[in-house]
């Protein structure tokens, strides 16, 4: 049990690592979570050799390229949740996004422009001119993002959801790798 809950925690750590360290450091390379998909792979070849069985190692497999994905994005909302800054921007411009969503180009209140456009606190009835809420990383790590009323923190939780469901699954493989039922005689 004791091996089956390492490998799950650490399988699953290491998976969201480069993710997560990207973020932190500012490498859009290891934000991509590409490096992570090769950790669950090496996963998935551990568990195979254990005789986890395909059954469990599928899933995990699925699993653990879905973790290594959704890592990157849940450390943004946290550095944005936890280290950000939140300032008042005017909107220059409002596009419609191809779905139901609206992108809005803003600039700060001294007139210097924001990177990139935001969707969250960008609707239907924004204009140009008006002032919406931005929370951004002072260290420029993360891009900025709108402040929506809702404060709901969807990447963070499916997320971690993933991650720990990714953990179970990993120690339920190992400990049924584990055929402890009375040995049957081969002959030889």
């Not at 899933?59 to 849940?74: H, N, T």
Request: aromatic letters at 4%; a positive charge; one cysteine or more.
């Amino acid at each position: 049990m004791a091996e089956g809950i390492a490998v799950g925690v650490v399988g699953s750590a290491v998976i969201a690592g480069p993710g997560v360290a990207g973020t932190l450091l500012g490498s859009t390379v290891l934000q991509t979570g590409e490096a992570g998909m090769l950790v669950a792979l090496g996963l998935v070849v551990f568990l195979l050799c254990m005789r986890a069985g395909r059954a469990l190692v599928g899933p995990i497999a699925v699993l653990g390229v879905c973790w290594a994905v959704a890592a990157p994005k849940a450390t943004n909302e946290v550095v944005l949740r936890w280290g950000g800054e939140v300032s008042s921007v005017v909107v220059t411009s409002v596009a419609p996004g191809a779905t139901e969503r609206h992108y809005c180009a803003v600039r700060h209140l001294d007139g210097t422009p924001v990177p990139g456009r935001i969707w969250r606190g960008c609707t239907a009835t924004t204009l140009p001119g008006d002032r919406i809420g931005l929370v951004h990383d002072p260290h420029g790590r993360v891009p900025p993002r709108g402040i929506t009323t809702s404060g709901r923190d969807e990447a963070l939780v499916e997320s971690l959801g993933i991650g720990l469901a990714l953990a179970t699954l990993s120690t339920v493989a190992v400990v049924r790798s584990y055929h402890l039922g009375p040995k049957a005689h081969v002959p030889c």
